[in-house]
């Protein structure tokens, strides 16, 4: 039986008070607690409670000891981007994590509040910040690869500073060793080396940092490294990123590691590079400052609202504002001929929308163990598995086979007969203004296609709607409209 969450009020190690619950799922919750202290006052902490289900032996014994290496690891860690720990302990046959309340909402939380792209600097000041603390982890006596890294675990504080959580899975280099005792991480953001033979070292982190680079610039969370698709390049959702920052985060997600930047402090060097001169001076400035106040102040005695406040921004007003000259409006309105900035999405006139919608979504559903998108262009999209008539834009191999749920921790394709066809099914999109309606057609498939439990009668076209769910074999595949 699974255990609940412990209730409001409850006092542990005579010390800890659980004020609220914060967030939970996973393998873990993690409360709002105050420490009452013997001077009366009161401290404000995070406390993460393991999260196992009591009937599963082995799950609760890998989940502790993940549990006790993150607070090995953090204890002994001390950087601004990261939350101080004070205490790990057990009651109750249940373990306890208490650590700094960080005080903001994380990467992930800010892009489902925007629902639309980072804004590129902004995206480029935390990237820079990530960098940093990865260059400090990295480089102790014994280094620690975080292994992990992605939007839902980077916290952005009230005051822009960003935050490292979840040290789960990290783990130590340790030299000479041939592959990781645990192949782990997220399939969107984790390394292709993370599901092979070969141990994880700093590079696997560089290329997590340019994962979510992309996801923020984005809002589309990358196609995992090992599904054999091309990935689609950030530009086509968001033509406002530029060439240079698209660079540094390619070079970042190299397949091949050797091709990576080899240290986070060099993609740092990057990043900065990206910023124009005026933008990055400030933002060091801005970050020396933080640094500073940091530095000397008092610990909080008291206990903060319960009910956060709007996350400021990162990025500023400049103190002396630059006034635009005209040779900045360049770029003419096709509507009003009103004349906008070179970068402008939107005439600042009438309105005209200078940047295409996002296109159509083929999001996986099933198996449930996996989560990505795939955009559909403005061209047809064969979806199947290598080998056929016709070589497939959509690769699904990975996936197929005889397991609903299919692990990719071993790297190996999936065994058993195959349920998708060679070329299974063909996407394409409407003509002319009707370029947002897409068809289905079944190109001849063994197993079938399936709209909405409805089996498609071969090689004639099927008008998809927004929400329709699309079955390949054993594959579920979700079409929605951006």
């Known amino acids: ?84 720990v004070v205490a790990f302990f057990e009651e109750y046959g249940r373990s306890y994590l208490v650590m700094e309340f960080i005080y903001g909402e994380s990467m992930e939380k800010r892009l489902e509040h925007a629902n639309a792209p980072i804004l590129e600097l902004q995206a480029l ?16 006596p014994s280094p620690v690869i975080f292994r992990d890294m992605k939007p839902s675990n980077v916290m952005v504080t009230l005051d822009g500073r960003i935050k490292l959580i979840d040290f789960g899975i990290a ?15 997220s399939e969107n953001y984790a390394a292709p080396e993370q599901w092979g033979k070969t141990q994880t070292d700093a590079r696997a982190d560089i290329y997590g940092l340019g994962a979510t680079l992309y996801h923020l610039l984005t809002n589309v969370p990358p196609l995992p490294a090992f599904v054999p698709t091309q990935r689609v390049s950030i530009q086509q959702y968001n033509p406002a990123v530029s060439d240079a920052t698209v660079a540094v985060v390619e070079k970042a997600m190299s397949k091949d590691r050797e091709r990576r930047y080899p240290t986070a402090e060099a993609m740092r060097q990057a990043l900065l590079d990206c910023m124009p001169k005026r933008e990055r001076s400030r933002l060091l400035a801005e970050r020396q400052r933080l640094d500073n106040v940091g530095q000397s102040a008092a610990p909080v005695a008291s206990v903060a609202p319960s009910v956060l406040a709007a996350p400021a921004a990162t990025i500023a007003p400049a103190s002396a504002p630059m006034q635009a000259t005209e040779a900045d409006y360049s770029k003419v309105c096709p509507r009003c ?20 919608p996002l296109p159509p979504v083929l999001k996986l559903l099933r198996p449930a163990n996996a ?112």
């Open 1 to 84: 039986m699974e255990h609940k969450p412990l209730a409001n009020g409850i006092v542990l190690r005579n010390r800890y008070q659980i004020t609220r619950l914060v967030a939970g799922g996973g393998m873990a919750w993690v409360y709002e607690v105050q420490e009452l202290r013997a001077d009366g006052t009161r401290q404000v902490w995070a406390m993460k409670e393991l999260r196992a289900d009591a009937d599963d032996a082995h799950s609760l014994e890998e989940g502790r000891r993940l549990f006790e290496q993150e607070a090995n690891i953090l204890v002994h860690l001390s950087h601004p981007n990261l939350p101080k």
């Open 337 to 356: 001929a009103t004349l906008n900035r070179p970068a402008a999405r939107f005439c600042r006139n009438c309105g005209y929308v200078y940047v295409e």
């Open 125 to 140: 000041d935390w990237a820079t910040q990530i960098c940093e603390v990865l260059t400090y982890l990295h480089t102790r």
């Open 371 to 482: 989560r990505w998108e795939y955009p559909l262009r403005n061209t047809s999209t064969l979806i199947g598995r290598p080998g056929g008539v016709l070589p497939v834009d959509l690769d699904l191999s990975y996936y197929d086979g005889d397991s609903p749920a299919l692990d990719p921790t071993n790297g190996s394709a999936a065994s058993g007969p195959a349920y998708v066809s060679r070329n299974h099914a063909r996407i394409s999109p409407g003509e002319g203004a009707n370029i947002r309606r897409f068809t289905i057609t079944d190109v001849g498939s063994s197993n079938g296609t399936f709209v909405n439990g409805q089996r498609l009668e071969p090689h004639v076209t099927y008008l998809l709607r927004d929400g329709d769910r699309i079955r390949l074999g054993r594959i579920v595949l979700h079409f929605g409209l951006r």
């Open 171 to 185: 783990r130590t280099y340790k030299v000479g060793k041939r592959k990781d005792t645990i192949s782990m991480g």
